[in-house]
């Protein structure tokens, strides 16, 4: 009873530590350094859909978790399909036209 009153005046509760634990995921592993590859294809837009939001927009690599190496490499091919039309520049062209 005693530590339940010094943990609240502490500001800790059970629900406060229950959710710190739920937010902890872990480090997130780059899927190209498992896969060891080199060089992302611009002409894949399959894979290239995984790293995109359904906006269209580039994810981060805090919600990614690849590595800055292939996060700059993955951008690069990303632009590169979108200037080829394999991929939507916008939400609205993914409503438009599918």
Do not use: W
């Amino acid at each position: 009873m005693v530590d339940e009153r010094e943990a609240r005046a502490a500001g800790e509760t059970k629900a406060a530590k229950s959710r710190a634990r739920a937010q902890f995921r872990g480090r997130r592993i780059c899927a190209f350094c498992v896969d060891h590859v080199e060089n992302i294809d611009y002409k894949d837009p399959d894979t290239l859909r995984r790293f995109m939001s359904d906006q269209g927009q580039i994810l981060s690599r805090r919600r990614t978790g690849t590595c800055a190496r292939h996060q700059r490499r993955l951008t690069v091919a990303i632009k590169r399909a979108r200037h080829l039309a394999l991929l939507p520049f916008t939400a609205e062209q993914i409503r438009r036209y599918g």
